[in-house]
């Protein structure tokens, strides 16, 4: 049985040490994503990094970040899509 999910953390994951992304790690991603497996970043960066870095790079599944009240209410409307993705990968 394959993965149903991957998590990637960003900093010095799919970034190096100069924090410049690294297109190897992008391209792995998303052929996990065309097999079918739910590719979520993880960060310690604030929401709209992380989701707008996940949207730039492709990706369609959930992000964990940083949320701070004064965005949350501005980014709740990508909740309902990420956890259309969530439901996909438990089937």
Known sequence: MGYKAVVC???GTIT????IIQTLGIEVLRQAQDKGCV????SGNVLPI???LSTFIG???PVVAEIQL?????WLW???AMEAEVNR???
């Open 59 to 61: 990706l369609r599944g």
């Open 50 to 52: 992380v989701y707008g």
């Open 78 to 80: 990508a909740s309902a």
């Open 39 to 42: 590719v979520m970043l993880a």
């Open 16 to 19: 190096n040490s100069s924090k």
């Open 70 to 74: 004064s965005f949350a209410e501005d």
């Open 9 to 11: 953390d960003v900093d």
């Open 89 to 91: 990968a438990r089937d």
